[in-house]
């Protein structure tokens, strides 16, 4: 069983950054896999970027690349999501999730077991 808690989401206005954390309790296998996933009112649950627990091999979306970082700590089991440049269109619930399915990173919310509560990331314009 693992437990997830984000925390740093908070009010930004365009073009500041934001640091996400997400700490994880229980056991994080080497085999793991992390992922930021967001969603906005009225929007479906859309994929941010993922990282391989072993070797930190990434996945980013499209619309997030060279503005976002995901990195983690594992001594202290702990994802983070460094956001630069933020946009209006950021504004959502960010959350993080773990996934012990192996394969090839996926943006696929299904594919991920476990997930924290969310924090909210409002940037305004």
């Known amino acids: 069983q693992v437990q997830l808690v984000e925390s740093g989401g908070g009010l930004v206005q365009a073009g500041n950054s934001l640091r996400l954390s997400c700490a994880a309790s229980g056991h994080i296998f080497s085999n793991y896999r992390m992922g930021w996933f967001r969603q906005a009112p009225g929007k479906e649950r859309e994929f941010v970027t993922a990282i391989k627990w072993s070797d930190g091999t990434t996945y980013y979306a499209d619309f997030v690349k060279g503005r976002f970082t995901i990195s983690r700590d594992s001594a202290i089991n702990t994802l983070y999501l460094q956001m630069n440049n933020l946009k209006p269109e950021d504004t959502a619930v960010y959350y993080c999730?773990?996934?012990?399915?192996?394969?090839?990173?996926?943006?696929?919310?299904?594919?991920?077991?476990?997930w924290g509560q969310g924090t909210q990331v409002t940037v305004s314009s």
């Open positions: 999730a773990v996934s012990r399915l192996l394969g090839p990173l996926s943006p696929h919310p299904n594919r991920y077991e476990y």
